[in-house]
């Protein structure tokens, strides 16, 4: 299905998406989800202005699920005209360095052209971490498009293990990280996100203290229809040691950053607040 869509002019995708964005917002589709996380994350904005980024989030989510799709079969030099890195400099002055690096980003803007756009720009392998979808068949349109320019795909529960066995092979790594960890989970870490408490992976922190990866936050803006800049922004100082709860602290502060900025295209459409802390979290 998604190879099938994919055929389609990127213009034709945007109506047709943009259509069934608009019949769900129209029908309730995770409306309630919506308003209530603009609330949180917004409670000083104007009752008006949240339901403006509501509108302006749902417009955008179907422009959001047709570029994916047009993912399918774009091509790398489209990539690079319709998504700008600012300062690739300072990811590429690292890696010679000989030293690794962690990109990290989050469900805010394209972040499926971003993980496209990174995989042919710094000249060395990329490995990026996922959560497999439910259905089998999704998983393996998913991540047919996501390896198309030579990314690895590995599942986020197994990605500690395979940088591990890799021995320190990985040099670029690539996380989305800002969603709620499994209940079960004891890899994860409490902190103020919009000042609601917050669960978050570990991951970013552990990898980037403990195997040597130096981190960055990828700040994403969007400048028009299938139009984006990419900044990459070190979330540590110069010669600052790598500490783990410093890492998390600064992606969790850049996410909330960016999001702010940009708030309606964040994915509202996310219970990101589902589960209380509890008492021996």
């Known amino acids: 299905m998604l190879r099938a869509f ?4 990127l213009p034709i995708l945007y109506a047709v998406f943009g259509a069934l964005a608009f019949l769900a917002r129209l029908f309730g589709w995770r409306t309630q989800l919506v308003r209530d996380g603009l609330a949180r994350c917004l409670p000083d904005a104007p009752g008006q202005e949240r339901d403006r980024i509501g509108r302006d989030f749902y ?8 570029e994916a799709v047009h993912g ?31 990109l990290l980003a989050a469900h805010h803007c394209n972040w499926e052209w971003l993980l496209l756009r990174c995989s042919t720009a710094f000249g060395v392998p990329l490995v990026a971490a996922y ?11 998913l991540t047919r498009m996501r390896t ?53 992976f570990r991951g970013p922190g552990w990898i980037g203290a403990k195997m040597g990866y130096q ?3 990828i700040a ?40 702010r900025r940009h708030p309606a295209q964040y994915f509202w459409a996310y219970n990101r607040w589902k589960r209380a802390r509890r008492l021996y979290d």
Not at 81 to 100: C, D, H, I, M, T
Not at 173 to 179: F, K, P, T
Request: glycine share 6%; no cysteine; hydrophobic share 40%.
């Open 215 to 217: 981190p960055f936050f």
């Open 131 to 141: 959560k497999p979808a439910s259905r089998e068949r999704a998983d393996r349109e």
């Open 220 to 259: 994403m803006r969007r400048e028009g229809r299938g139009r984006y800049v990419a900044r990459f922004v070190p979330l540590l100082a110069p010669g600052e040691r790598a500490d783990a709860d410093r890492v998390q602290e600064a992606y969790v502060r850049a996410v909330e950053d960016q999001v």
């Open 72 to 102: 399918a079969r774009t091509e790398p030099a489209d990539l690079v005209e319709r998504l700008r890195f600012e300062n690739p400099e300072a990811v590429e002055g690292v890696l010679e360095s000989g030293k690794r690096v962690m």
């Open 59 to 66: 417009r955008y989510l179907g422009e959001l699920v047709a």
């Open 6 to 9: 994919s055929l389609l002019p």
């Open 148 to 200: 198309r320019f030579g990314a690895t795909m590995i599942p986020a529960k197994k990605i500690v293990q395979h940088l591990l066995e890799q021995r320190g092979a990985v040099k670029l790594l690539a996380l989305v990280a800002d969603q709620s960890p499994a209940a079960s989970s004891d890899q994860q870490s409490w902190l103020s996100f919009f000042g609601q408490e917050t669960a978050f």
